[in-house]
Nanobody, 126 residues
Framework: QVELVESGGGQVQAGGSLRLTCRYSGYTYRNKCMGWFRQAPGKEREGVAGIYTSDESRYIDDSVKGRFTIYQDYSKNTVYLQLNSLSHEDTAMYYC???????????????????WGQGTQVTVSS
């Protein structure tokens, strides 16, 4: 049984930082992309970052480049998303996701995703 569990969301003031954590289990393929998506009310779900677990190649969406960083602790089946310089526009539900085996991280699109986490809310107050 595959499980992705996010944590680390919360409310923060503009300019602040958060670190999101995704712990996954039950998915043993080494060649896969672990990614983060977000969805704001009334908007489509969008991919913001991904990391290929075997070689750590990364994808970062232009909208968050320079502010968000994705990294992993492969030994702990954990992926992190560091969010810096947050603005109100970053307010959304953030979802951890894993692609079908051997799918690359770019483009980070929902159609590439095999499993989703339940999400963690990030709220940035201005």
């Amino acid at each position: 049984q595959v499980e992705l569990v996010e944590s680390g969301g919360g409310q923060v003031q503009a300019g602040g930082s958060l670190r999101l954590t995704c712990r996954y289990s039950g998915y043993t393929y080494r060649n896969k992309c672990m990614g983060w998506f977000r969805q704001a009310p009334g908007k489509e779900r969008e991919g913001v970052a991904g990391i290929y677990t075997s070689d750590e190649s990364r994808y970062i969406d232009d909208s968050v480049k320079g502010r968000f960083t994705i990294y992993q602790d492969y030994s702990k089946n954990t992926v992190y998303l560091q969010l810096n310089s947050l603005s109100h526009e970053d307010t959304a539900m953030y979802y951890c996701a894993v692609t079908h085996p051997s799918e690359l991280c770019a483009p980070m699109e929902p159609i590439r995703i095999k499993y989703w986490g339940q999400g963690t809310q990030v709220t940035v107050s201005s």
